[in-house]
């Protein structure tokens, strides 16, 4: 799979760098993997950041983004909180 630099992910989702690197920081993208000590990401990255962008397009902020992302997913039981 091809790997991007952060210029080239950054131009691609029309964003800045500094916006890749908060996005990792906050856990909305996985931390890019480092050649030489240089990001790079694979193509799955923009798929994620379209995701992004279309959820702030339709007014979910940030958080809300979050959320969705660690929510579990449909069906699964809720974790037992040890009380019987």
């Not at 690197?21 to 990001?39: N, Q, T």
């Amino acid at each position: 799979m091809p790997e991007l630099t952060i210029t080239a992910v950054a131009r691609d989702a029309g964003v800045r760098p500094s916006t890749l690197r908060y996005y990792e920081r906050i856990g909305l993208l996985p931390s890019a993997r480092r050649v030489a000590g240089r990001r790079r990401y694979d193509v799955c990255a923009l798929k994620r950041l379209e995701l992004i962008a279309y959820a702030k397009r339709a007014g979910f902020s940030l958080a809300q983004i979050q959320a969705f992302r660690i929510a579990p997913p449909a069906g699964s039981r809720p974790a037992s909180s040890g009380a019987t």
